[in-house]
Antibody, heavy 119, light 107 residues
């Protein structure tokens, strides 16, 4: 059973860079697509980006200028960086695995980590 | 972006009830439609993919239907563990987008 666990600071200052890591256990990061998804308090889910184990990426156009997603197969994890954060970036951040049949079908998710942007 | 609209936004029902949640896409997405169940503090769970395919391990009381722009999730006989928030999501095109959620509560 694949398990995903998000980790990173729970508090980030405005204008700084949010950095999160998703560690996969119970399976290999290889041969699948991996995504970040977020949910601001009281709002809906927003897909941020995905990365393939080979390193190819795809971003939500609304966030593309501020987001970098990367993968480290040696550590079986992938990461998210979101620059120039504001209070609007306060959210629960989830990592998720794309199914083998469609990158946009998220068959495993982490429990999420709350990141608050505040000075 | 493709907009996904769910209805209702909340629903009260009793154990044993049959429940239907609808999802409408702002343009045709064929059958690239998924349904998730989400409980507070837990990882969202994929229930239905490709509009009507049951994810492995998901009870058969869950079913999905639809194509094009209109989709439904049906729970045939509600169980206590089914009270949660349900989201639809299109995987047809970038950016992948979600409905606003339907909160299913105990009556």
């Amino acid at each position: 059973q694949v398990q995903l666990q998000e980790s990173g600071p729970g508090l980030v200052k405005p204008s700084e860079t949010l950095s999160l890591t998703c560690t996969i256990s119970g399976g290999s990061i290889s041969s699948f697509y991996w995504s970040w998804i977020r949910q601001p308090p009281g709002k809906g889910l927003e897909w941020i980006a995905y990365v393939y184990y080979s390193g190819s990426t795809n971003y939500n156009p609304s966030l593309k200028s501020r987001v970098t997603i990367s993968v480290d197969t040696s550590k079986n994890h992938f990461s998210l960086k979101l620059s120039s954060v504001t209070a609007a970036d306060t959210a629960v951040y989830y990592c998720a695995k794309g199914s083998g049949s469609n990158v946009g079908d998220f068959d495993y998710w982490g429990q999420g980590t709350l990141v608050t942007v505040s000075s | 972006d493709i907009q996904m609209t769910q209805s209702p936004s909340s629903l009260s029902a009793s154990v044993g009830d049959r429940v239907t949640i609808t999802c409408r896409a702002s343009q045709s997405i064929s059958t690239y439609l998924n349904w998730y169940q989400h409980k507070p503090g837990k990882a969202p769970k994929l229930l239905i993919y490709a509009a009507s395919s049951l994810q492995s391990g998901v009870p058969s009381r869950f079913s999905g239907s639809g194509s094009g722009t209109d989709f439904t999730l049906t729970i045939s006989s509600l169980q206590p563990e089914d009270f949660a928030t349900y989201y639809c999501q299109q995987s047809y095109s970038n950016p992948y987008t979600f409905g606003q959620g339907t909160k299913l509560e105990i009556k």
